[in-house]
């Protein structure tokens, strides 16, 4: 952009140098706007990575925290039934060895056994009402009751809590019945199940407990800090035992799983970081470089071929035959890229360059793919065209130069007008539609429905195709207007002799709804979506192959039912 002379905007006042003025400033204000816009676009297009990191990452967290804390479930079970069961042997193998009583020989082996296992603390014999008769260590018995009271249809194996403790855990006693009033049982000491499993970072947050039978506490360690308190932030496992009535709950605040995490987002946030710098720096230079420059660099990318043609295949829905196909634009960087038509059209048709880019996309694609339409001259080729083609007749002039000596007939062009950019001049575009269908070009009013024109363009251009929006097809299942709208397009398109094709079809209960409101042609991604020429080519190729068979299997079949037919009429007529 050119820098004013101060001096000269004070000094000459005249009524063009005024507009110039007028055109410089509204040029400067025009870069300001479109230099914080660029700049606001690439901190977004930066930070928005930084949003999903964190969710990966804390879902990862969860999931990390839930599987742990299923292991620190899974280990205080796995000590507690080992417990139980070992215990559980030795009362088993006292009894089978007929040591039940308090005598001194009987005595001798209790205090054997409590050396040679480690995890019992004292072996004894309790009576039926649960008092201890005798104990090894020696203890005061003084009517202690270790055990409730039996029943006669109690089990053979009691587990119960007494009131000793060691780091959160109870001292468990186990009892085994003799069948004559009495019991053997063992106190399991605290130690064997008082443990401290699990990873540091949820260690220091999370609550562990174990249950026994209808909620009695055997063991529980941890608790929360003012990390979580609402329910709904709180991670909870519960794990249960397949031996015995045994339940273990481990329970921490999701934020202490993100603490596995923490060094992650630093790093993604300094990599989102600098990545943010980058795009604004290069925002800042995209924006405020001459416009000159960017515009000699889009007309070298024209000069070099680098605007190529791609083919969506329109399909007929009934059949499964090819219909044709839609020319639609991409730029192919020198790097290989594809560049999508979004990021680049609105300049090309605001600078003009889109009058040589359309011209390019029709050579190209007479020589790409005019064997394939010559072999097949019942296929269309549709070319998009925008509001500044119908201000003159040099696209007439082009379409006839550029295809009268090729393969693809004049019968087989279509030229889509879009709704979504108003024509400038009616009467004019309608002369130029006209001497189009007198070469044979079909004309297609695009995006119907969804721009300026509406039945002021079906009314006056006397278009012979109308193409439904995708925004319509999305919802044809789901909204009754849009199914309202399409059938009304549908019974217009009847009533006036066009054609109708449905855009971006991409499921399958589209095409059956289609097919029920009476369009039989559509395009979209459920088919294929745009491709270069020789996929396309390939596309056709077996999409043809594949009709065919069907045609065949479909032939066979009907010759099949008829033979039968004829054969039953035989049948009756000769019985």
Request: proline share 3%; charged share 25%; aromatic share 6%.
């Amino acid at each position: 952009m050119k820098l004013l002379n101060l001096q000269s905007l004070f000094t000459q006042i005249s009524h063009g140098q005024k507009e110039f003025i007028h055109e410089q400033a509204c040029d400067l204000s025009f870069r300001y706007v479109g230099f914080v816009k660029t700049v606001l676009i690439a901190l977004a297009l930066a930070t928005a990575p930084l949003f999903a990191i964190n969710v990966i990452l804390n879902q990862y967290a969860e999931r990390r925290a839930v599987v742990e804390m299923e292991a620190m479930g899974n280990v205080a079970i796995h000590r507690a039934e080992e417990a139980i069961s070992t215990t559980v042997s030795l009362l088993q193998r006292l009894d089978r060895d007929d040591v039940q009583t308090c005598s001194a020989e009987d005595r001798g082996i209790y205090e054997k056994q409590i050396v040679e296992h480690g995890m019992i603390d004292a072996i004894g014999l309790a009576d039926a009402a649960g008092q201890r008769m005798c104990i090894i260590p020696d203890r005061d018995l003084a009517g202690k009751v270790v055990l409730p009271p039996m029943r006669e249809d109690g089990p053979l194996v009691g587990i119960g809590m007494l009131d000793r403790n060691y780091l959160g855990a109870r001292a468990a006693v186990i009892s085994w019945d003799l069948k004559d009033q009495t019991r053997l049982f063992a106190e399991v000491t605290p130690a064997v199940i008082a443990i401290d499993p699990g990873p540091e970072y949820l260690r220091s947050y999370r609550r562990a407990e174990l249950r026994l039978g209808n909620n009695l506490l055997w063991y529980s360690i941890g608790g929360y800090n003012s990390e979580a308190t609402d329910p709904s932030q709180i991670l909870s496992v519960e794990v249960s035992s397949q031996l015995y009535p045994l339940v273990a709950t481990i329970t921490a605040p999701i934020s202490a799983a993100g603490n596995v995490v923490q060094d992650l987002k630093v790093v993604a946030a300094a990599a989102c970081a600098g990545i943010a710098l980058l795009f604004v720096a290069i925002g800042v230079w995209l924006s405020w470089r001459p416009e000159r420059e960017a515009d000699d660099e889009f007309i070298a990318a024209i000069r070099n071929g680098e605007f190529i043609p791609y083919y969506q295949p329109v399909m007929d829905i009934e059949s499964g035959r090819l219909r044709g196909c839609e020319i639609l634009m991409r730029w192919r960087r020198p790097n290989g890229m594809i560049v999508s038509p979004g990021q680049f059209m609105a300049y090309a048709e605001n600078n003009g360059h889109i009058f040589d880019m359309t011209r390019h996309m029709m050579r190209v694609s007479s020589e790409e793919i005019g064997d394939l339409y010559g072999d097949n001259p019942d296929l269309k080729l549709s070319i998009n065209l925008f509001a500044g083609h119908f201000l003159d007749r040099e696209i007439i002039s082009d379409i006839r130069s550029i295809f009268e000596k090729s393969r693809i007939s004049f019968q087989q062009i279509v030229v889509e007008v879009t709704e979504r950019h108003p024509l400038e001049d009616m009467e004019l575009a309608r002369k130029i539609i006209a001497e189009l269908q007198a070469l044979g070009v079909r004309v297609a009013l695009d995006d119907v429905g969804t721009g300026h024109g509406g039945m002021a363009y079906l009314q006056k251009l006397g278009v012979d195709i109308i193409k439904i929006d995708k925004m319509f097809i999305d919802t044809i299942g789901s909204d009754d207007n849009s199914t309202t709208i399409v059938d009304s397009m549908v019974e217009l398109a009847d009533n006036l002799g066009m054609g109708i094709i449905a855009e971006g079809v991409e499921m399958e209960e589209q095409i059956d709804r289609l097919l029920e409101l009476g369009v039989t042609a559509a395009q979209g991604y459920f088919f294929a979506a745009p491709m270069p020429a020789d996929e396309f080519i390939a596309f056709a190729e077996r999409t043809d192959e594949e009709a065919n068979e069907r045609s065949r299997l479909a032939a066979e079949a009907a010759a099949a039912e008829q033979a039968a037919n004829e054969a039953a009429m035989r049948k009756n007529a000769a019985a």
